[in-house]
């Protein structure tokens, strides 16, 4: 059985890269989940690094539940 394809373009944040690409339906939403995972994966690398340039830590999980009233 030939598996349906469908043209896809990539056009990835905090990236210069654009690809046209095709790609079976079933892989759709794993692509789509792939991508978020490198735009969310970005963004943590991005916060360590702005951490580290100001020289602040974390904040602890417990600081945040306390100042947001949670227990």
Excluded: C, F, N, Y
Aim: aromatic share 2%; net charge negative; charged share 35%.
């Amino acid at each position: 059985m030939a598996r349906e394809l469908v043209a896809v373009t990539l056009d990835i944040p905090l990236d210069t890269v654009a690809v046209d690409v095709h790609i079976a339906v079933e892989e759709v939403d794993r692509l789509i989940e792939l991508a978020e995972d490198v735009v969310d994966i970005r963004g943590a690398q991005e916060a360590r690094r702005k951490m580290e340039e100001s020289g602040d830590g974390p904040i602890p999980w417990e600081t945040v539940k306390a100042e947001l009233g949670l227990r």
